[in-house]
Nanobody, 121 residues
Framework: EVQLQASGGGLVQPGGSLRLSCAIS????????MSWARQVPGEGLETVSV????????RYADSVQGRFTISRDNAKNTLYLQMNSLKPDDTAVYYC??????????????RGQGTLVTVSS
């Protein structure tokens, strides 16, 4: 069974930082690209970043470029998202996911339970 469990969300002030983690099991993590996506209630799902299977290639949505960093530890089956300079517009539920290919527009094969990030003063 594929499991993707995101954690690390919370309440942070504008300009602050958070690091999200995602523990993965049920498939060979090191063989697949991975992504982080977010969703504001009532709106669609937005992929904000993707990373290649070995971590050598990354891509970011314009909305987070220069502020967010995606990374992975294949030995620990864990995906990360470092979020800096957070803005109120970053408020959303964040999901780790397995995309069909390495691309911001890729459909998702799997998506786990999300973690809520709230940016507010």
């Amino acid at each position: 069974e594929v499991q993707l469990q995101a954690s690390g969300g919370g309440l942070v002030q504008p300009g602050g930082s958070l690091r999200l983690s995602c523990a993965i099991s049920g498939f060979t993590f090191s063989s697949y690209p991975m992504s982080w996506a977010r969703q504001v209630p009532g709106e669609g799902l937005e992929t904000v970043s993707v990373i290649s299977s070995r971590g050598s290639n990354t891509r970011y949505a314009d909305s987070v470029q220069g502020r967010f960093t995606i990374s992975r530890d294949n030995a620990k089956n864990t995906l990360y998202l470092q979020m800096n300079s957070l803005k109120p517009d970053d408020t959303a539920v964040y999901y780790c996911a397995r995309p069909k290919y390495l691309g911001l527009g890729a459909d998702l094969d799997s998506r786990g339970q999300g973690t809520l990030v709230t940016v507010s003063s």
